[in-house]
């Protein structure tokens, strides 16, 4: 712990990833300096699952967009919902360049509906077999 005490205070953001916190929040910035500026987009993604979250980061050309960022995950997912990093809902039509800043962002694929709505989904589908 004396060394993880230590590490903490150079790369904490690098620390908190090994502790599963949520990654660093990079916030918006100006869409149109971004649009302009940035050649490529550092997309750190998470697909949340009812039982588990896969996590990811893709480097995607400028003039991406978020259904792209969903595209390049690495696997088909049936998450309904992109998310930015305060948790609102995106278009998946948007690009990446409205979100981001200094060409980096979070991004979250999550189910339409809560954990206890699926079950209770499952069990009354399962309680009309009967």
Not at 10 to 16: A, D, F, I, Q, T
Not at 33 to 44: L, S, Y
Not at 64 to 78: C, I, L, N, P, Q
Request: glycine fraction near 6%; charged fraction near 30%.
């Amino acid at each position: 712990t004396r060394i993880m005490f230590g590490l903490e205070k150079v790369v904490p953001s690098v620390v908190g990833s090994f502790k599963g916190e949520k990654p660093q929040p990079f916030g918006h910035g100006d869409p149109e300096a971004e649009e302009q500026n940035c050649k490529d987009f550092q997309v750190f993604m998470e697909c949340r699952g009812y039982y588990n979250q896969d996590r990811t980061k893709k480097v995607l050309k400028a003039g991406s967009t978020v259904a792209d960022a969903k595209k390049a995950f690495g696997r088909e997912m049936v998450q309904e919902k992109v998310l930015d990093e305060k948790g609102y809902e995106l278009d998946p039509d948007s690009k990446l360049s409205v979100h981001s800043n200094k060409c980096r962002l979070n991004l979250t694929f999550a189910y339409s509906q809560s954990v206890d709505a699926h079950v209770e989904r499952l069990t009354n589908k399962l309680s009309s077999q009967k």
